[in-house]
């Protein structure tokens, strides 16, 4: 079973930055997608960045202040969220597409989120 953990929300003021980390454990083969996604009640999950071995793509209201980054090794992915904004408050979700094995299925999985709350 695969499970991604979450860590680094919390509460902020408007100009601040917070760094989120989330780790994949269980049985992991290869890591083809990691992304961070963001949920604000009521509204559909929306994708923030996401990084493949093609490249890395962000959302218009991330670019030139959150970064994304990978650590293979360590089956990590991180959000580095700098000039932080009342807009970006909501849960952030972890996502990877992964193999178990070496048959060639791949499997989706999301973290449970961590609640990201800006204050103005």
């Known amino acids: 079973q695969v499970q991604l953990v979450e860590s680094g929300g919390g509460l902020v003021q408007a100009g601040d930055s917070l760094r989120l980390s989330c780790a994949a454990s269980g ?13 604000v009640s009521g509204n559909q ?10 490249g890395i793509d962000y959302a218009d209201s991330a670019k030139g202040r959150f970064t ?11 959000l580095q969220m700098n000039s932080l904004e009342p807009e970006d408050t909501a849960v952030y979700y972890c996502y990877m597409i992964l193999q178990t094995d070496p048959r060639p299925y791949k499997f989706q999985y999301w973290g449970q989120g961590t609640q990201v709350t800006v204050s103005s």
């Open 27 to 39: 049985n992991i083969f290869s890591i083809e997608s990691m992304a961070w996604y963001r949920q």
């Open 68 to 78: 994304i980054s990978r650590d293979n090794a360590k089956k990590s992915v991180y």
């Open 45 to 54: 999950r929306e994708l923030v960045a996401r990084v493949t071995d093609k």
